[in-house]
């Protein structure tokens, strides 16, 4: 066990019960801390003054091997507030930078720390990093800290996402740090514990290429390709099968966030992993009524980042990704420029392939026909013309007879609900196999806004947990139907939709 720096803690720490810590199962190998120095600063954590936890993922510590029942409620609170690290922890910031709206920055970890590489039972090796552990030399103005409520946020989004089976970062424990921290208003200050496959971004590449004549990118990429895609190093052109892989695991990604009706609000290059995890929950939602359009984000003014346009973000950062690998992918300036073009330009069609798949899914189409397009698409338009519930309608679909919403009284919808149930009569598959389909892929339950607001107002005004838990509880089944659901089932009234989120950085 090692102790971070701060004299007053230190008398604190050697309370900590240093073989539990030990115990506790880490096996940190932590090889980016192995790579040249330009890619990171080492730096501890700051410490906290009293840290207390208040989630703790049992389920997700057991699959790592990892045992927090040995520690006592405060050794396990000085343990996730960084204030006490595993001998073999090596925290660092990771250096990156990034297209923020369209525009270059600098940037790096202004307020997380990674703390290793944990190696679990399954072979598998993750990131574990602290979020909100105080300032590093990548904090420009920032604080280096975080609020309670936009931790716990990140907290129930990404486990309801790794329940609905799409890629993403997990998260491990949240402590409050006993701090406050100033953003418009004083908010009590936390700290994430999130494991991830890596924090690699495109914008970890976009920091290679601008270092040193680009010669880090080399690095980067051969350390990316042995970490997340080493059957790559097997093909002749190792560095465009990894862009065209990283495209493929982007356009999939992308594809099914659309399928659950999922914003992630700022999908700047910085915020894409390379890989293909959901990362870094700041002002994301999913949305209640189908619009095309919607925006949650307070900062995305222009819709940048709205639901329909993620498609088209995503490919921009690619671009950006593609640009960083230029100089690896073949020795000749135009033809290395026609590979990347080639590349970027399929993920259209490649994202387009990866919604229609799970578009069938969501309607039962268990074989191919040309005008499946077509059909997903009319449904859409009668769902935007009604705003209809998004999650609700898809998996009304299968009931019979159908509720009385409006959307399904209108007789665009009747006449294409016809056209539906034609389609299907002509797959051999029996209509009940067609529904059993259904309602594996279309998920009853998503952390609406208004749920996860009223569970974050409760936690973080009047430190009550309840909601939380419930909530927790509730969105990582999402896939039950039960009574005793119905009230994460229930769209919002009017009174309880929230109209925007915010990053609260
Ligand atoms: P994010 O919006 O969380 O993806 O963060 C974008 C960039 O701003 C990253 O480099 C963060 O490390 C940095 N950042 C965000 N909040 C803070 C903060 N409170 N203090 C220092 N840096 C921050
Ligand atoms: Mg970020």
Redesign the pocket.
């Known amino acids: 066990m090692k102790q971070t720096t701060n004299t007053d803690l230190n008398v604190r720490t050697n309370a900590v019960a240093e073989f539990a810590v030990e115990e506790t199962g880490w096996r940190f190998d932590n090889s980016y801390a192995r790579l040249p120095e330009p890619f990171y600063v080492r730096i501890a954590p700051v410490p906290v003054n009293a840290p207390r936890l208040v989630i703790l993922n049992q389920a997700l510590a057991k699959s790592l091997g990892l045992n927090f029942n040995i520690l006592s409620g405060e050794d396990a609170a000085q343990l996730f507030a960084g204030n006490v690290l595993p001998q073999t922890a090596e925290p660092i910031a990771q250096a990156y930078a990034g297209h923020q709206f369209g525009s270059f920055t600098m940037l790096g970890d202004g307020r997380a720390i990674l703390m290793g590489e944990h190696l679990t039972p399954s072979g598998g090796r993750l990131d574990v990093q602290f979020k909100g552990s105080g300032q590093t030399p990548f904090s420009r103005r920032g604080d280096g800290r975080a609020a309670l409520g936009p931790m716990l946020r990140e907290y129930i989004i990404s486990e309801a996402m790794h329940a609905l089976g799409i890629p993403s970062t997990r998260s491990l424990a949240v402590v409050t740090t006993g701090e406050t921290v100033l953003r418009e208003t004083p908010l009590p200050g936390a700290i994430l514990t999130r494991v991830a496959a890596s924090h690699i971004r495109v914008g970890t590449f976009e920091y290679a290429a601008r270092l040193k004549d680009g010669m880090y990118v080399k690095t980067l990429s051969d350390y990316a390709i042995q970490r997340h895609y080493p059957e790559l190093f097997e093909t002749t052109n190792p560095y465009l099968a990894l862009l065209q892989r990283v495209i493929d695991q982007q356009a999939s990604l992308v594809a099914r966030w659309l399928l659950v009706g999922f914003i992630h609000g700022?999908m700047?290059t910085?915020?894409m992993a390379i890989s293909g995890e959901t990362i870094?929950y700041g002002p994301c939602a999913f949305m209640d009524e189908y619009d095309p359009y919607t925006v949650f984000s307070s900062i995305d003014y222009q819709g940048r980042y709205g639901y329909h346009n993620q498609s088209r973000a995503a490919q921009w950062n690619l671009a950006r990704f593609a640009e960083t690998l230029l100089p690896l992918l073949d020795p000749v300036q135009e033809k290395a420029l026609a590979l990347a073009e080639e590349a970027v330009h399929a993920f259209s069609d490649i994202f387009q392939q990866y919604w229609l798949a799970g578009m069938r899914k969501k309607l039962g189409l268990l074989t191919e026909e040309a005008e499946d397009t077509e059909l997903i698409e009319a449904l859409l338009m009668c769902m935007h013309k009604h705003r209809a519930d998004y999650t609700n309608t898809f998996r009304a679909l299968t009931a019979e007879p159908l509720p009385g919403d409006d959307l399904f009284q209108d007789s665009a919808f009747a006449a294409w609900h016809t056209q539906w149930q034609a389609r299907l009569a002509r797959q051999s598959e029996s209509k009940t196999s067609a529904y059993s389909v259904m309602r594996v892929h279309n998920p009853a339950i998503l952390p609406r806004n208004h749920r996860v607001e009223a569970a974050l107002t409760a936690a973080s005004e009047h430190n009550d947990y309840k909601e939380m838990q419930r909530l927790l509880e509730v969105v990582t089944d999402p896939y039950a139907d039960t009574p005793e659901y119905r009230k994460y089932r229930t769209p919002p009234s009017a009174a309880e939709r929230v109209q925007q989120t915010f990053c609260g950085t």
Do not use: K, Q
């Open positions: 700022v700047n910085d915020n870094d």
